[in-house]
């Protein structure tokens, strides 16, 4: 029996986390939706499927190149680490991050999330080099990063810094939490 989800927060090739999975019904109906470093598109396809229209970022062209023929995904090659955000002043109902950790983003990713929209992130955090990599620490959360990253900003639906041991062993902090609309911001 194939499984349909994954605890762990490592990529699998049409698995996508859990983590994202359960919250994915907080990002609007038909919302737009980027996928910051998609890898190969299971959050991208799992929220197509879902009937969402997809941004889908990566640097790897060879990973977008699998999403290309997907309805309701559009691919855009970008190195988002090193050239300028290809999204300025663009709005989504919802932001995935999965296994992905780059500091500089994080303005931009909260400017780019819409009213009531929902960001969803998941990485590695500090403790994980125990485990592997990754194991540079400008790749690892520090404990309690992503609720500093959107205190004051967002309201936080869930959070949890914790050991997962399926299908490999990782340490990870994973974050949901929504923009207030205008009117709740008042």
């Known amino acids: 029996m194939r499984k349909l989800m994954s605890d762990s927060p490592r990529h699998h090739l049409d698995v ?33 499927a879902r ?22 995904i559009h691919t855009r090659c970008a190195d988002i680490e090193g050239g300028p955000w290809p999204y300025e002043g663009e709005q989504f109902a919802g932001i995935v991050v999965a296994n992905f ?8 990713l909260l400017a780019n999330l819409a009213s009531e929209g929902v960001l969803i992130y998941e990485t590695f955090v500090v403790g994980h080099e125990r485990y592997g990599r990754p194991s540079n620490p400008d790749f690892l959360l520090k404990p309690g990063e992503l609720l500093e990253v959107v205190r004051g900003r967002l309201r936080v639906i869930a959070y949890e810094e914790l050991d997962v041991q399926e299908p490999r062993a990782a340490l990870v902090q994973r974050i949901c939490a929504i923009r207030p609309s205008e009117a709740d911001r008042a």
């Open 51 to 72: 009937g969402h229209p997809v941004e889908a970022v990566d640097r790897d062209p060879a990973l977008l190149s699998h999403l290309a023929e997907v309805a309701g």
């Open 101 to 108: 950790l780059h500091r500089p983003l994080f303005p931009s």
């Open 16 to 48: 996508p986390s859990a983590w994202i999975v359960r919250w994915a019904e907080r990002v609007p109906p038909r919302g737009r939706v980027l996928d910051v470093a998609c890898g190969n598109g299971r959050h991208a396809r799992y929220f197509a």
